[in-house]
């Protein structure tokens, strides 16, 4: 098994200058800037992999500790290539073209003993497809990590806790209501409650798109939850459609303070807390 | 073992909860409770929880049952100061403590109390 990498293992020794420039034409064109980032990025590469192949590394074995420096510099170069907005396409490709000039190289070293070639050159193609696989996997991580904090950031933007009058908070909910989702709006809002001492919440859903039971059941759990606290709540934004809906599925919204309008809950708010607003004209 | 003081302020017994509830505090808490609202002929009993910070299904059970030995004593509970994950947990155990009432902290707890002593003074 050793034997057959050895062929390769000696090209990259002699020939890493020719072989890093035949890499290079195989790529697509590019400016000169990422053209020399490309190339760095090449010989730190094959130095790498050259080390761990003199090593004894297998890379049938390539999740073992003996290739965790190459493993390394493919994880640093998918995750600069996904954060300047490459496609894992280009990525994997990158490595691949690796293979052709290895091949010629390859070729041209055991044109004498053709009987070695085969092994050696399918040695050379698992090696460098060892090398795209992980190239993809970790840009397909790095794309997931970016998705995950995304959606966290949306999450924590689209759930602020508002003070509306002395003793009156409300949420405007916005999008889609998930179990996590609720929950995040749950506990900011019975934070705030504690926080203030406001006697009174409202939950707005004029910008939930629809209701069904799965959303009236965690709107239930939150208007429970709040009462625990001691506090009231109010559920407005209510549209007509939500309204039938509701009613349809045969939700039981029964002791629970419902209002069609943000300004009327805002108002059936004030008269509970025993506010009462004039107009001079 | 532990056991939870009741004090009496006028009309009102106050239980303060300061310790983790076990299940015999709280078995305990209940029959002392009933005694002394028999023995004092109380109209109110608030129970603050501003410190408790792990509930289970047991200690809420507790409070419902609290709640309605008083009421059929003829006194008010009132349960105040739930912290918010205490909430978050008995709703997530299906616990609405239907029946009890609750407020944000002991001050509007008395406000509550004084105000179902003069609705039932009304009544009679």
Redesign the interface.
Same mark, same amino acid.
Request: hydrophobic content about 50%; glycine content about 12%.
């Given at each position: 098994m050793k034997n057959d990498y050895a062929p390769l293992l000696g090209a990259l020794r002699d020939e890493e200058e020719p072989i890093i420039d035949e890499w290079m034409a195989e790529l697509p064109g590019a400016d000169v800037g990422a053209r020399r980032a490309a190339r760095a990025e090449a010989s730190e590469l094959l130095r790498k992999l050259r080390e761990s192949l003199q090593a004894g590394a297998d890379p049938e074995g390539f999740e073992s500790a003996d290739w965790a420096s190459v493993r390394d510099t493919l994880s640093g170069l998918s995750r600069s290539r996904a954060a300047q907005g490459q496609t894992a396409e280009a990525t994997s490709l990158f490595v691949l073209a690796l293979k052709k000039p290895l091949f010629a190289s390859l070729q041209r070293r055991l044109a004498a003993q053709p009987e070695a070639l085969g092994p050696a050159l399918w040695s050379l193609s698992t090696t460098v497809d060892r090398l795209a696989q992980h190239t993809v996997s970790t840009f397909q991580q790095v794309r997931e990590d970016i998705i995950r904090r995304q959606q966290e950031e949306l999450l924590e933007l689209s759930t602020p806790v508002v003070k509306l009058w002395e003793g009156v908070l409300a949420v405007p909910m916005i999008g889609v209501l998930d179990s996590s989702r609720t929950?995040m709006v749950?506990?900011a809002l019975?934070?705030r409650?504690?926080e203030t001492?406001?006697?009174l919440a409202i939950i707005d859903i004029t910008g939930v798109p629809t209701v069904d039971t799965l959303v009236a059941q965690h709107l239930l759990?939150t208007v429970?939850?709040?009462?625990?606290?001691?506090?009231d709540c109010i559920i407005s934004g209510i549209r007509p459609q939500i309204a039938q809906t509701i009613v349809h599925l045969g939700i039981d919204l029964q002791g629970v303070s419902t209002k069609a309008t943000l300004a009327d809950a805002l108002s059936l708010a004030l008269q509970k807390t025993g506010w009462r607003i004039t107009r001079d004209k | 073992m532990d056991r939870i003081p009741i004090l009496r302020m006028g009309e009102t017994l106050l239980v303060t909860i300061q310790v983790d509830m076990q299940d015999q505090t709280a078995l305990t808490l209940q029959d002392d409770l009933a005694g002394q609202i028999a023995k004092t002929g109380a109209s109110g009993v608030m129970i603050d929880i501003s410190a408790l910070e792990i509930v289970d299904s047991f200690v809420g059970r507790m409070l419902t049952s609290i709640s309605g030995i008083a009421r059929i004593l003829s006194a008010t509970t009132v349960?105040? =100061?739930?912290?918010?994950a205490?909430?978050?947990t008995?709703?997530?155990l299906g616990l609405?403590?239907e029946g009890v009432r609750?407020?944000?902290?002991v001050e509007? =707890?008395m406000e509550l109390l004084q105000r179902a002593r003069e609705e039932s003074s009304l009544g009679h």
């Open positions: 929950q749950m506990e019975l934070q409650i504690v001492g406001s006697g759990k429970t939850a709040i009462r625990l606290m001691g506090a | 349960v105040v =100061g739930m912290q918010p205490v909430a978050i008995l709703v997530e609405s403590l609750t407020a944000l902290n509007r =707890g």
